[in-house]
């Protein structure tokens, strides 16, 4: 019995870097990853920063700005759903500035490239009012208001709070 114990002790020593040794390569082999605010995820367009304070927290909020080669006047600002970025927009954003439009594709703090603040109120009204902030700091005043799933919701509160500067509100799958 006692030779079977230090067999039993060297077996689980050896054990224990193989099993160390089989999950690094297993993580090594499940792909990227990616920082808090996706570093490392590439997007379709050039990524911005919107840095701005909020609820006495500084912030930093993500944006594509995509304009088109043959302007027609307009813009539109495109509000992604839940567990969805800006960069879903891609094809959307594709068919939109063919068309004339300027893009404005914000990740909403709180999601993807955005900061993440654990102790922020992340009310429509407040989401609404930081987006409005954005635009106003890029010169868009008169937008078409676009949002996806809750991004819709979003969308429909930013039209109350900001109507003279809604030129038209889309809801895609509220």
């Given at each position: 019995m006692l030779k079977v114990?230090?067999?039993?002790?060297?077996?689980?020593a050896l054990s224990v870097p193989l099993a160390q040794a089989a999950h690094a390569a297993q993580t090594a082999d499940s792909g990227p990853a990616y920082g808090p605010q996706l570093e490392g995820f590439d997007y379709p367009y050039p990524v911005q920063?919107?840095?701005?304070?909020s609820q006495g927290q500084p912030l930093e909020m993500a944006y594509m700005d995509v304009k088109p080669e043959k302007p027609n006047g307009r813009a539109v600002v495109l509000l992604h759903g839940k567990n969805f970025?800006?960069?879903?927009w891609q094809e959307s954003i594709q068919q939109l500035t063919?068309?004339?439009y300027r893009v404005i594709a914000p990740d909403q703090i709180g999601f993807c490239k955005s900061t993440k603040p654990p102790h922020y109120q992340y009310s429509f009204?407040?989401?609404?009012?930081?987006?409005h902030?954005?635009?106003?700091?890029?010169?868009v005043h008169d937008v078409t208001?676009?949002?996806h799933s809750t991004g819709g919701m979003l969308a429909m509160?930013?039209?109350?709070?900001?109507?003279?500067?809604?030129?038209?509100?889309?809801?895609?799958?509220p």
């Open positions: 114990r230090p067999l039993l002790l060297a077996a689980i920063q919107y840095r701005f304070s970025c800006a960069a879903t063919a068309a004339g009204q407040q989401l609404a009012r930081n987006t902030d954005l635009l106003a700091s890029i010169g208001v676009m949002g509160r930013y039209a109350l709070m900001y109507p003279k500067e809604t030129a038209q509100l889309v809801l895609v799958n």
